[in-house]
């Protein structure tokens, strides 16, 4: 690798191809594998997806998730009521298997799936009425120029629901000691110690870092309207395989766990930002 930005993204786009079926934490179905599976994705994705339908989603919109991956947040919102989604990945094994998930779970007509590169989506501009990224935003070289062509191909008052893996969180902290780098995500290595790997290919931001982003992509033509925060005691590797073996039979004292842990450690694993264009 010579760090230029095709490498950088063919790292990215190489190993999501080799764990597309795998990807995620709930199956093809949506149906998660343990009941701490299910509260992650009921914190990460099933909470705010339904905050978000109610709140900045009406029935005729042209939604849009960038970096759909295998589908899993694509069907979050079909279940939630949305009438159509564009879902873009440059992986065509992630699409595949998006593409599978939706004829299984018979909204196929309601799936717009689209390869492509978030750099250069292939939309005109000002035609998506909401965009939604999340797990992508940390594996880009160049936020900045995906962050730019969304505000191009948004509507006038058009919103982007941002999710943001947080600097400093409990999950960071965890990543950082015990978790692995993307490259080995597809290996049976069980430790890795390539700290400066694992920050180039998986960052974390503080908001400070993501309004800056915010500032230099779209200048003052935003305002963030929301912020939702996203699971405080969730953690990475080791620790997290000991969450799953310690609450495999019961979620409900991992939600106690979460309301304490949010109450003494303020930063969250990660926060949804929703950007509204000015």
């Excluded at 190993?15 to 795998?22: G, L, S």
């Excluded at 005691?233 to 304490?260: C, D, H, T, W």
Aim: charged share 20%; hydrophobic share 40%; with cysteine.
């Amino acid at each position: 690798m010579n760090g230029t930005l095709s490498d950088f993204s063919e790292v990215i786009k190489e190993i999501h191809d080799k764990i597309a079926n795998e990807y995620g934490i709930v199956d093809i179905y949506g149906k998660p594998s343990t009941p701490f599976d299910g509260w992650v994705f009921e914190e990460s994705v099933l909470r705010p997806v339904r905050d978000i339908m109610e709140r900045y989603i009406t029935p005729n919109d042209i939604l849009l998730e960038a970096g759909c991956g295998n589908g899993q947040i694509v069907q979050s919102y079909i279940k939630n009521g949305a009438s159509k989604i564009i879902g873009l990945d440059f992986s065509f094994s992630m699409l595949k298997v998006a593409c599978q998930r939706a004829k299984l779970n018979h909204y196929e007509e309601k799936f717009i799936p689209i390869q492509g590169d978030i750099y250069t989506l292939p939309f005109k501009s000002g035609q998506i009425d909401f965009v939604f990224i999340y797990g992508v935003l940390e594996h880009l070289e160049k936020p900045i120029i995906a962050l730019k062509e969304i505000f191009r191909v948004l509507k006038p008052k058009g919103f982007l629901a941002l999710g943001v893996p947080r600097k400093y969180s409990l999950a960071f902290f965890s990543y950082l000691l015990f978790g692995l780098s993307v490259p080995k995500w597809a290996t049976n290595y069980k430790w890795d110690f390539s700290f400066k790997e694992k920050l180039k290919y998986y960052k974390f931001y503080s908001l400070r870092e993501i309004k800056k982003f915010l500032q230099t992509a779209w200048g003052g033509h935003y305002q963030i309207v929301a912020n939702i925060p996203v699971c405080y005691s969730f953690l990475v590797g080791f620790p997290q395989n000991l969450q799953r073996k310690l609450f495999a039979y019961n979620s409900k004292i991992m939600f106690l766990i979460e309301s304490l842990v949010s109450k003494i450690y303020k930063i969250p694993a990660g926060n949804y930002l929703i950007i509204k264009k000015k």
